[in-house]
């Protein structure tokens, strides 16, 4: 059974830094692409980066240059380094890996 797990999320400054993980259990991380996704408020789910291999990553534009995607093939675990947060980055951060979601994180970017 695939399950993915989140975590990393919380209360942040304008300006300040996140590190989001998403741990992949019952597969193997490397077989699949595997993306974060947020949804805000009042807004639909948007796409935000996504990551096949350490050389193709791929960002939305307003995260581009703030956000960094890694990955680590012996943990499973793919992360979302989150620097000069804004509030309007402000959203449930979810992972996706095949068909599968993980259960959200919330990241709240408020001074």
């Known amino acids: 059974q695939v399950q993915l797990v989140e975590s990393g999320g919380g209360l942040v400054q304008p300006g300040g830094s996140l590190t989001l993980s998403c741990a992949v259990f019952g597969g193997t991380l490397d077989t699949y692409a595997i993306g974060w996704f947020r949804r805000a408020p009042g807004k639909e789910r948007e796409k935000v980066s996504c990551?096949?291999?350490?050389?193709?990553?791929w960002y939305t534009d307003s995260v581009k240059g703030r956000f960094t995607i890694s990955r680590d093939s012996m943990k499973n675990t793919v992360y979302l380094q989150m620097n000069s947060l804004k509030p309007e980055d402000t959203a449930v951060y979810y992972c996706?890996?095949?068909?599968?979601w993980g259960q959200g994180t919330q990241v709240t970017v408020s001074s």
């Open positions: 996706r890996w095949s068909e599968y």
């Open positions: 990551t096949i291999s350490d050389d193709e990553t």
